[in-house]
């Protein structure tokens, strides 16, 4: 859960600071296919190499410190930013994944729900 807290805060992070930058690049079809492939891979049973900015800490003491809420808090946060989004940003691209790119803030909430699945298998 450590790993899903920091991915959420780093998508949540990029996307606020994207959005007080003012820079307004529109999405094109080009990151709606790359969307698409993370998608596919996500559904599929591979395994991928988390990038150093979302690995969990080696830590003992910040991992048993760690709260269970932070992740729900990140979840709450999330859903609040995206609510408040203007209508004029729905086709902006304001967070870049490490490995698709840029994303629009649509297909970044729904990559967090796909990523959250791919992890569901060994959180059982």
């Known amino acids: 859960l450590?790993?899903?807290e920091l991915?959420?805060?780093g998508c949540l992070s990029s996307m606020q600071e994207r959005l007080k930058s003012g820079?307004?690049?529109?999405?094109?079809?080009?990151?709606?296919?790359?969307?698409?492939?993370?998608?596919?891979?996500m559904w599929s049973n591979k395994k991928f190499?988390?990038?150093?900015?979302?690995?969990?800490?080696?830590?003992e003491k910040l991992i048993q410190n760690w709260e269970p809420d932070a992740w729900l808090k990140s979840l709450?946060?999330?859903?609040?930013?995206?609510r408040e989004l203007p209508d004029s940003y729905s086709n902006i691209l304001l967070f870049k994944h490490?490995?698709?790119?840029p994303l629009k803030a649509k297909h970044a909430i729904i990559f967090l729900i796909d990523h959250l699945r791919h992890h569901k298998k060994g959180l059982r």
């Open 98 to 101: 490490p490995f698709a790119g």
């Open 23 to 41: 820079i307004k690049k529109p999405s094109s079809w080009k990151y709606t296919r790359r969307f698409i492939r993370l998608r596919l891979a």
């Open 49 to 59: 190499k988390a990038p150093e900015i979302v690995k969990p800490p080696i830590d």
């Open 7 to 9: 991915v959420q805060q």
């Open 2 to 4: 450590i790993h899903l």
């Open 76 to 82: 709450d946060e999330l859903e609040q930013f995206y």
